[in-house]
């Protein structure tokens, strides 16, 4: 499996010392309009990330033998994902 690379660096698209340079004047701000509270009402709040979890998995340690982690590694991507399962299921018997 090859990584692909960008042939060139991201560009922003914008000069961004002249932006940190630039002191706002008085007569820029009449140019904003006037926050109302119609406007701060439909504002919203969006939280990124993934959507909470009804069952949040739980960061552990746990020792194991070497052999028994190369068992699993050797199962391929999802292994410690299908370990929890198997246990889950020791636990409901």
Known sequence: MTARKRVSPRSVG???RRVDAHVIRRHE???LPELTDD???RGKVNRGGRPRSANP???ISIR???DVIQR???TGPGWQTRMADRLAKLQSK
């Open 39 to 41: 406007m701060l009402a």
């Open 72 to 74: 699993w590694r050797a």
């Open 64 to 66: 194991l033998p070497e």
């Open 14 to 16: 914008s000069d961004l």
């Open 29 to 31: 701000y009449d140019e």
């Open 57 to 59: 998995r739980k960061l």
